[in-house]
């Protein structure tokens, strides 16, 4: 089945640690996308990559890296100067930066 | 101005009514649109896109009108599964661009 994974489904970590949430996706989509979603909020992207080996902040890159050394693979890692990393995070892949998005289940990060 | 507005509602509906959200966007070059369902808790999914000539799926139809600048998505007949929030989605014209999501719509259709 093609589609979009992310693991874990949910993550507990310590204040202080920082912690990487994993995309892989086997559409063979070029872009990818991560994005924050705050309890009865909107979607809030905080990189997205066009290709392999580049990607761009969003509106809320303060606090997060990404890589994108495979074109199936788009890792997130939420580092200890991130503010309020409590968040559902949300990967999401297309074809091309303006196309339609395809979302992976998403990955529950609480903070402690 | 934000990119992209919906209302947020909640529209609370009973069942078989037929209920309309709009989402207005912001640059006049966007040129893709598309209608997603969420589900509490949920990862959104996409329902629809949004053509020029408008887009019909079973109950479902979405509009498009680039005079005022906003998209449309009409629910005919609700069902209690189409209780859910609706999140629209437009890029904004660039080809650096990206897709910019309004916050979404949240439907109840009550019994």
């Known amino acids: 089945d093609g589609g979009i994974t992310q693991s874990p489904k949910y993550l507990f970590r310590k204040e202080g640690q920082n912690v990487t949430l994993s995309c892989e996706q086997n559409?063979?989509?070029?872009?990818m996308y991560w994005y924050r979603q705050d309890p009865g909020q909107g979607l809030r992207l905080i990189y997205y990559?066009?290709?392999?080996?580049?990607?761009q902040k969003g509106d809320i890159a303060e606090g997060y890296s990404v890589s994108r050394e495979k074109k199936e693979s788009f890792p997130l890692t939420v580092t200890s100067a991130q503010k309020n990393p409590t968040a559902f995070y949300l990967c999401?892949?297309?074809?091309?930066?303006?196309?339609?998005?395809?979302f992976g289940p998403g990955t529950r990060l609480t903070v402690l | 101005r934000k990119e992209v507005e919906q209302d947020p509602g909640p529209f609370n509906v009973p069942e078989g009514a037929t209920v309309a959200f709009n989402c207005t966007y912001s640059?006049?070059?966007?040129?893709?649109f598309f209608w997603y369902r969420q589900d509490c808790r949920k990862e959104p999914k996409l329902l629809m896109s949004?053509?020029?000539s408008g887009n019909e799926d079973g109950r479902f139809t979405a509009q498009l009108n680039r005079a005022s600048q906003y998209i449309s998505l009409l629910i005919r007949d609700s069902k209690l599964s189409d209780s859910a929030t609706y999140l629209c989605?437009?890029?904004?014209?660039?080809?650096?661009?990206?897709?910019?999501f309004g916050r979404g719509t949240q439907l109840t259709v009550w019994p």
């Open positions: 999401a892949s297309s074809r091309g930066v303006n196309n339609e998005q395809f």
């Open positions: 559409l063979n989509h070029d872009a």
């Open positions: 990559s066009q290709i392999v080996n580049d990607f």
């Open positions: 640059n006049s070059a966007s040129q893709s």
């Open positions: 949004v053509y020029s």
């Open positions: 989605a437009v890029n904004m014209g660039s080809t650096l661009g990206r897709l910019y």
